[in-house]
């Protein structure tokens, strides 16, 4: 029995991965993902519930897993990230519920909070981007009136592409000077710039970060929690 559900288990996680897998792909090449995916594998989920040797232990589980869902739907609906993340992730709540190799501590919110930690990786790809700039003389604030602040703030944010490519604007037009633009994009909404040589954010699908926050969840647990046990482990 033990092993039969051990190999249940081993389905579900091979599953969400391909799922994440391919749903993550689709993301970067068309930036859209069909509705018929988390369909398909919405089915293998109740179908894996169904032939799993403890059902009624496992719905409980999936129950608890399942409390992610009306937080993905609120945060979709404020714009912080799409229909397709928020989908993807009530369906992996299904499918791989509460799961993880490492024997640390997870919670029904774990691959989430795992991919809003890791979402900030690119404000180091920034500034990384734009010292590096700056080290060849490049005039990356050129025709922008702003104080230094807000000019650093933007070195953190993004960078001046010549030819930005899935990414959103963060400058505007005031009169004949540029000024910075940090407010929040809507997911959904917000289109992609297309004006050359202007500073934008990085437009990374957060699919991305929802894979491999489920990555980091298998491997090593909750980021949060772990790192607080540590904290107070020393």
């Known amino acids: 029995m033990a092993e039969l559900f051990s190999d249940i288990n081993n ?18 090449w ?11 594998f919405g089915v293998i989920a109740v179908i894996l519930i169904v032939f799993s040797p403890e059902p009624l232990e496992v719905i409980k589980t999936t129950g608890i897993s399942l409390i992610i869902a009306p937080l993905a739907i609120v945060v979709w609906r404020i714009g912080i990230f799409g229909g397709a993340d928020a989908f993807g992730l009530i369906v992996l709540a ?12 997870v919670t029904p919110f774990t691959t989430l909070t795992n991919a809003a930690i890791l979402s900030i990786t690119p404000i180091f790809v920034n500034v990384i981007r734009n010292l590096i700039s700056i080290s060849k003389h490049e005039n990356i604030f050129e025709g ?26 963060i ?15 809507h997911a959904e909404n917000a289109q992609f710039c297309d004006t050359l040589n202007t500073w934008v954010t990085p437009g990374i699908p957060y699919m ?13 647990g909750d ?12």
């Open 171 to 185: 400058e505007r037009k005031e009169k004949n000077s540029k000024k910075f633009d940090f407010s929040l994009k």
């Open 11 to 28: 389905l579900r996680i091979l599953s969400a991965l391909v799922m994440l897998a391919i749903a993550s792909t689709l993301d970067i």
């Open 144 to 169: 922008f009136e702003e104080t230094k602040l807000k000019k650093t703030i933007a070195m953190f944010f993004g960078y001046r592409a010549r030819k930005p490519k899935y990414s959103f604007p």
């Open 223 to 234: 980021i949060i929690f772990n790192v607080i046990g540590n904290i107070k482990g020393t």
């Open 94 to 105: 299904a499918l791989s519920p509460l799961m993880s190799l490492s024997g640390n501590v």
């Open 30 to 40: 068309k930036r859209e993902i069909h509705d018929i995916l988390w369909i398909v």
């Open 208 to 220: 991305v970060y929802i894979t491999a926050g489920f990555v980091v969840q298998l491997l090593f």
